[in-house]
C-alpha cells in the first residue's frame, strides 16, 4: 500500500500535565496502562519517573545508571519495564550509543541492569526514536530531511559493541516513535506525524498533530491511545484521536458474511427411486376428489 493521506488537523485534549517541576524536558513517553513513563533529555540524571495518569503526579522513580549522556527515547519493554535509549547525538561524535531495559514501579528504586552500546554502520548520528517489536530494538534517527531505521542485534551483547543494520527511511524530522498496533510504526515529528508499515517500512500515511511547545514524546497505549508529551515545565500531555483512515489501517472493516443461497428444488426426472411412486400417488387422491365430487354432486 502506498497511497499518502494528509489530513490537517486532528482533535485532542489535556489528560493531564506533569506536577513534578524535575521533569523539564519531557523526551520520551511509555504508556503502560494505569501507569506512564517519561525521561528528561540532556542534562538529567539517568532517572525514569513514573506517572499516575490520573493526576499527572510522579508515583515512581526509578535511577538505572551513573551517569547519562543524552537520554532522548523510551519504549515498552514488557509489563513493568522500559528501554531507555541513551541516543541523543546532537554534534554527531559520539562513538557508540547506549540502551538499558529498565525495571520500572511505584517508588523510589537504584537498580543495577546492564548496559548495551549500539554502533551505526555508517558512521554516528543524532537519533530520538527507539521502537522495539517483539522485543527486539530499532533506532530511528533524526534530520531535518528525514532520517533511517536502524535494527539492533538479538540478542544484545552486554560484553560487545552491538552493530545496527539500516533497514528503512523515514521521512518526518523524528522526535520520537512507538509501535501503533503489530503492524504499522507511528513516527512523530514537531508537528506532524507518518504511520510506516512493519515491517516493510513503507509510508502509508500522514497528518498533522496539535502544536505543542517542544514535542518530543508519543506513546501508544491499549486501545491504540496516543499520547504526546512536550519539553516544558509542568508541560500538559494531550490524547489524540487518530483519523478515520489511519484507524482503518490497524482494523480494517470486517467483510460481510455471504448471503446464503435460496434453495432450489431439484426437479424429478422419474429416475430416483421415489419418482414413480410420488406421482402415482398423487394422480389416485386426484381420481379420488374427483369422484367424490360427482357423487355429491348426484344427490
Given at each position: 500500500?502506498?497511497?499518502?493521506?494528509?489530513?490537517?488537523?486532528?482533535?485532542?485534549?489535556?489528560?493531564f500535565?506533569?506536577?513534578?517541576?524535575?521533569?523539564?524536558?519531557?523526551?520520551?513517553?511509555v504508556?503502560?496502562?494505569?501507569l506512564?513513563?517519561?525521561?528528561?533529555?540532556?542534562?538529567?540524571?539517568?532517572?525514569?519517573?513514573?506517572?499516575?495518569?490520573?493526576?499527572?503526579?510522579?508515583?515512581g522513580?526509578?535511577?538505572?545508571?551513573?551517569?547519562?549522556?543524552?537520554?532522548?527515547?523510551?519504549?515498552?519493554?514488557?509489563?513493568?519495564?522500559?528501554?531507555?535509549?541513551?541516543?541523543?547525538?546532537?554534534?554527531?561524535?559520539?562513538?557508540?550509543?547506549e540502551?538499558?531495559?529498565?525495571?520500572?514501579?511505584?517508588?523510589?528504586?537504584?537498580?543495577?541492569?546492564?548496559s548495551?552500546?549500539?554502533?551505526?554502520?555508517?558512521?554516528?548520528?543524532?537519533?530520538?526514536?527507539?521502537?522495539?517489536?517483539?522485543?527486539?530494538l530499532?533506532?530511528?534517527?533524526?534530520?531535518?530531511?528525514?532520517?533511517?531505521?536502524?535494527?539492533?542485534?538479538?540478542?544484545?551483547?552486554?560484553?560487545?559493541?552491538?552493530?545496527?543494520?539500516?533497514?528503512?527511511?523515514?521521512?518526518?524530522?523524528?522526535?520520537?516513535?512507538?509501535m501503533?498496533?503489530?503492524?504499522?510504526?507511528?513516527?512523530?515529528?514537531?508537528?506532524?506525524?507518518?504511520?510506516?508499515?512493519?515491517?516493510?517500512?513503507?509510508?502509508?500515511?500522514?497528518?498533522?498533530?496539535?502544536?505543542?511547545?517542544?514535542?518530543?514524546?508519543?506513546?501508544?497505549?491499549?486501545?491504540?491511545?496516543?499520547?504526546?508529551?512536550?519539553?516544558?515545565?509542568?508541560?500538559?500531555?494531550?490524547q489524540?484521536a487518530?483519523?478515520?483512515?489511519?484507524?482503518d489501517?490497524?482494523?480494517?472493516?470486517?467483510?460481510?458474511p455471504?448471503?446464503?443461497?435460496?434453495?432450489?428444488?431439484?426437479?424429478?426426472?422419474?429416475?430416483?427411486?421415489?419418482?414413480?411412486?410420488?406421482?402415482g400417488?398423487?394422480?389416485?387422491?386426484?381420481?379420488g376428489?374427483?369422484?367424490?365430487?360427482?357423487?355429491?354432486?348426484?344427490?
Amino acid at each position: 500500500m502506498n497511497a499518502l493521506l494528509v489530513v490537517l488537523a486532528v482533535a485532542s485534549r489535556v489528560l493531564f500535565s506533569f506536577t513534578d517541576p524535575a521533569i523539564t524536558e519531557s523526551s520520551g513517553l511509555v504508556d503502560l496502562g494505569s501507569l506512564m513513563v517519561t525521561t528528561n533529555d540532556s542534562g538529567d540524571d539517568a532517572v525514569l519517573y513514573v506517572i499516575d495518569p490520573r493526576t499527572g503526579r510522579t508515583v515512581g522513580k526509578t535511577f538505572y545508571a551513573r551517569s547519562a549522556v543524552d537520554v532522548e527515547a523510551l519504549a515498552p519493554a514488557g509489563k513493568d519495564a522500559v528501554w531507555a535509549g541513551d541516543i541523543g547525538d546532537n554534534t554527531e561524535t559520539r562513538p557508540f550509543i547506549e540502551v538499558h531495559r529498565v525495571p520500572i514501579g511505584r517508588g523510589v528504586r537504584h537498580v543495577d541492569v546492564p548496559s548495551y552500546r549500539l554502533v551505526y554502520p555508517d558512521g554516528p548520528h543524532d537519533a530520538e526514536s527507539l521502537i522495539a517489536p517483539g522485543g527486539r530494538l530499532y533506532v530511528i534517527t533524526k534530520g531535518v530531511l528525514g532520517g533511517k531505521i536502524y535494527v539492533a542485534p538479538r540478542p544484545l551483547d552486554p560484553n560487545n559493541v552491538n552493530r545496527l543494520k539500516a533497514v528503512g527511511v523515514v521521512t518526518e524530522w523524528a522526535t520520537d516513535a512507538a509501535m501503533l498496533g503489530s503492524k504499522h510504526i507511528l513516527v512523530r515529528g514537531y508537528g506532524s506525524a507518518e504511520v510506516l508499515t512493519y515491517p516493510g517500512y513503507q509510508k502509508v500515511a500522514g497528518f498533522d498533530l496539535p502544536g505543542q511547545q517542544q514535542g518530543e514524546g508519543i506513546s501508544v497505549g491499549p486501545g491504540h491511545r496516543v499520547r504526546l508529551s512536550s519539553e516544558g515545565v509542568h508541560s500538559p500531555v494531550l490524547q489524540i484521536a487518530l483519523p478515520a483512515r489511519v484507524t482503518d489501517l490497524l482494523e480494517p472493516p470486517k467483510a460481510l458474511p455471504p448471503r446464503p443461497e435460496t434453495p432450489v428444488l431439484a426437479k424429478d426426472d422419474g429416475t430416483s427411486p421415489a419418482g414413480p411412486w410420488a406421482y402415482g400417488a398423487g394422480a389416485l387422491v386426484l381420481a379420488g376428489v374427483a369422484l367424490w365430487w360427482t357423487r355429491r354432486r348426484a344427490r
